[in-house]
């Protein structure tokens, strides 16, 4: 069987998934017949805004939220930035403090780096063994200058979720003393596999992601809840109610609405099953496979995710030789992955170094099946014991194998 006609299994959908059919059916016409430019005073434009306004108010449904608390981004990581950001730079003269997790994703951990330089003060919250955050630590790092507080729904690598609703209380039982503290939350991850009820939730600031739920690349929105000011991230038109220039991509934003539509759709049943899959794959992996250790809560994680520790093989190694099975999987986020670090994520769940550069992220998606599992878990295997063969200090180290 030549390289190209072996089986292909795709383990990788955190990192991104294809367009559904439906969604793609949607959003074609706006790439042809409906081409408009959703700003322009003509009929073209005006059928065009009228397909944005319709997708705003879509979404809004979904989340519980306004229309006009909507905004369309070129995707999270513009969402992320501008939540931050916008935060810090309108309200920098109430104060300079921003508290946010050791477990963000760069597009936030980052993004409070570089506030760091320009004079902001940053806490990063610890977090567990299982990835969860401290809200003792979150309490006791509230200060009379915070004005932002930063954490993530669900973790882009270990699949952890978050106590979000019992970190929003504890801010707003600081706010009801006359402090004003706003509350973000990254829900890139969590989107399709959650519910996004901000009013349930209570956060001011909500980022998503299109290509994470079957959606295109390069569109998301940040809800914004009426009343929080934000600095402006881009400029040069008055896009986005004036705060957001660029023009808006149409298909983009079409094809978002209705990817979303269909994930809130579909949500619980591909959950259960989804779930069953990750489970049955972790269990085999686990009880087949010696010296490997699941990574983030076994109870609180995304049903789709599996984080997995192998010792004595550098996990690019495992990808490599996994694809070359037809396996696609991951070392971790997808946005650092030409990184040589080791994950901080992983770091500050306690993990040493040399075990967190042999870990893996499974993440499966709505057409995986139990073959697959079956499929994946036989070529991993195969890959393990082939690369543990070749290590110097798997062969070195008999009496130390599989002690942490």
């Known amino acids: 069987m030549g390289n190209n006609d072996i089986k292909r299994v795709y383990l990788d959908c955190a990192a991104t998934t294809y367009v559904d059919g439906g969604v793609l059916e949607a959003m074609l016409p706006y790439f042809s017949e409906e081409f408009g430019n959703a700003n322009s ?5 005006l059928r065009a805004e009228k397909a944005v306004v319709e997708a705003r108010s879509k979404i809004a449904g979904i989340i519980n939220a306004k229309p006009v608390e909507i905004y369309f981004t070129s995707g999270g990581t513009e969402a992320d930035n501008w ?15 921003i508290i946010t997790s050791s477990v963000e994703h760069h597009a936030v951990f980052d993004t409070c780096k570089d506030l760091e330089k320009k004079g902001f003060e940053v806490t990063y919250l ?15 790092a509230i200060r009379p200058d915070t004005i932002l507080v930063s954490i993530m729904y669900a973790n882009n690598e270990i699949g ?9 209380k504890i801010v707003r039982e600081r706010q009801e003393k006359g402090q004003k503290i706003y509350f973000h939350t990254d829900c890139v991850q969590a989107a399709g596999a959650l519910e996004l009820n901000v009013a349930d939730l209570g956060v001011d600031l909500m980022s998503v992601s299109a290509h994470k739920f079957y959606g295109p690349k390069g569109i998301g929105f940040l809800y914004v809840k009426n009343g929080v000011k934000l600095e402006r991230l881009m400029t040069g038109g008055n896009q986005e109610r004036n705060i957001r220039g660029g023009t808006t991509n149409v298909p983009g934003v079409v094809g978002m609405a209705k990817a979303f539509e269909l994930a809130a759709q579909r949500m619980q049943k591909n959950n259960e099953r989804v779930g069953k899959l990750r489970d049955k794959f972790v269990e085999r992996v686990l009880a087949e496979i010696d010296g490997v250790y699941l990574n983030g809560s076994r109870a609180n994680r995304l049903p789709n995710n599996a984080n997995l520790s192998f010792e004595y093989i550098e996990g690019e190694g495992m990808v490599y030789g996994l694809d070359s099975e037809g396996v696609a999987v991951s070392t971790g986020s997808a946005c650092s992955s030409g990184s040589l670090d080791p994950s901080h994520v992983l770091l500050a769940l306690g993990i040493p170094v040399g075990l967190a550069n042999c870990t893996l992220r499974f993440s499966f998606g709505k057409d995986n099946t139990e073959e697959d599992v079956d499929y994946a ?4 295997k195969k890959v393990v014991k082939r690369l543990r063969d070749m290590s110097p200090l798997f062969n070195q180290l008999p009496s130390e194998k599989f002690k942490v």
């Open 41 to 45: 005073l003509h009929s073209f434009g």
């Open 126 to 140: 610890p977090v567990d063994k299982e990835g969860t955050i401290d809200l003792g630590a979150l309490k006791a």
């Open 83 to 97: 939540a931050v950001k916008g935060v810090a730079g309108a309200h920098s003269k109430k104060g300079k403090h």
């Open 377 to 380: 878990v036989e070529k991993l």
């Open 160 to 168: 952890t979720v978050m106590p979000i609703k019992e970190a929003v």
